[in-house]
């Protein structure tokens, strides 16, 4: 056996059907069956050729040890690319990887990292090397963990930090751990505003993993960006030079993206030596039926792909279905639960954000085991969560980017198998253009990731921050970028920093860290049961009053629960559990106010102009609805508007120009 889903994947349970994961999976015959008696519903079907293996030998330097462990677990020989970035990583070169979905590219940063934790383990003096390894999810970071904690490796001891570690524990993984796992969030609140408690470990800290790293894009990417420029920093402070090593899905100019987020030149393995089966992707539109009033409608594309997973489980194909929202993943399960035998019922499940902990840490082992079949998931499950075994990928709905589309494909066909791919188009103009031009899709390379270092919205906030951590001089001007001297006389006239002759200074009692928040989200608000007090889920702050409004029915798990009251101050929803018989769906009224306009440019009657806006957004009512679609009542509600203060385009034409183009306003 060779590569890395032997050492990492768990090879899965047998079938209750008997042994299914035996014989061969043939997508062809699964799309005929699916098809039925509407073959319009298939548009076009595409072949992903199989890809060869490329392996290479083990490097001389690894440690017998976990040489030995890797040997055990099956793997001969590793593939050409996590050699590469093994070698590069264990010269001290910053690199990344971007190579498939399931292309093991853990084992090539693995190799390194804990060859040399292991040896400097066993030096007599001091902790050893250390490695921190940074997921954009809680999931990935235990999933991590586990594939390291299988290796056995007694001078290994490595652990997740993050927001669910109990006080005691967190003590402990600062004195002690070697291998710190965590996400970029416990870096900015926790690891690096309180830097002094982590000396040895920052001391002795040789590696730095970021994962998945083409998630960091946009506000998220510019906020990681100076997130990783704030922990050079603090570890040049305990004369720590890290190497840092990117992993990535399949994008365009990794290296690009890498060496922004970074702030320094790195080297990049784009080369996938991991074998592929060949994959069927099918192009899907959900068919046109006539309602009761003898209307042609388009069947939703949830209840689309929904049916699309229950047949799938009835034929004991291990599927997932990625939907666009949290909602829309709750939906789609109920739809597969409902329509297939009820001995199968409890193999269909829903994965999203706002499960508690344990909840996503049992479905992640279900779904390993086969005893989940069907699931249905937002891209939580993309992030690369190992799942194996699976079968087929529905996507509902054109995630966004062809980047995506890749990494949620990629999901099926782990273990080597011929998989199946099926984009469920949603009813909107681009998902209808895109499955009726496959050119579009097929052929075509990833997009690139955008990121700006420079944001200064982003990076003054964590100027601050990094003023607080450690006075900053002028030897960090060129380490934050162009844009940090202005935005550090900009905070000294606000009186947020004070300017001294050996640097910069933060002078408050409080921390700068603690008001800004890297994913924009806010608080989670929980979902508390009100007869018992037991936190059922949560959900993000930024979409709490359109999902637990007051009056609002809630899906989780299959469970239907009503909220009773929102409290926005006290950050909870009180729930009770029950199916009132309708569904609620939120009504709001959003507008803009331009507030200053800083350029513009004419062409014409059109005038087009950039500048200040606020934007204010407010759910004011909520519909409640019958399962077939009955409008029962509209109710109002009493929340505060969101307001934003951004910077928009925006066109402009005179009245008379619409009407002589016979438009009206």
Partial sequence: MNGSDALFNAPPAPSDDGDRDQRAFDPEALLHRLVGEHPERLLHVHEVPARPARHAEWPGWVDPTLLGALLGSGIDRPWRHQVEVAEAAHRGDHVVVSTGTASGKSLGYLLPLLTDVVTGARAPSGRGSTALYLAPTKALAADQLDRITRLALPPVRAATYDGDTPTDERRWIRDHANVVLTNPDLVHHSLLPRHDRWAPFLRALRYVVVDECHVYKGVFGAHLAAVLRRLRRVAARYHASPTFVFASATVADPSVHASRLLGMPLSSVTEDGSPRAPMTFALWEPPVRTDDQGRPKRVSTLTETGDLLAQCVEEDVQTAVFARSRAGVEVVANVARDRVSTTREARIAAYRGGYLPEERRELERALRSRRLVGIAATNALELGVDVSGLDAVVLAGWPGTLASLWQQAGRAGRTGHRSLAILVAADDPLDTFVVHHPESIFGRAVEATVVDPDNPYVLGPHLAAAAAELPLTEGDLELFGPQTRPLLDALVAKGILKKRPRGWFWTREDRPADHVSLRGAGEPVRIVETRTGRVVATVDEASAHAQVHTGAVHLHQGQTWVVT?????????????????????????????????????????????????????????????????????????????????????????????????????
């Fill in 565 to 665: 009251e929102l409290d926005l101050d006290d950050g909870a929803a009180f729930a009770v559990r029950g199916d009132p018989g309708w569904t609620t769906h939120a009504q709001s009224v959003s507008e803009f106010t331009i507030v200053r306009e800083l350029e513009a440019v004419e062409w014409g009657p059109l005038r087009c102009s950039f500048g200040q806006v606020t934007v204010t957004h407010q759910v004011v009512s909520f519909l409640r609805r019958l399962p077939g679609g009955e409008v029962l009542g509209e109710h109002p509600l009493d929340l505060p508007p969101r307001s934003l203060a951004t910077k928009a385009m925006w066109w402009t034409l005179l009245d008379l120009t619409l009407s002589r183009a016979g438009s009206r306003r």
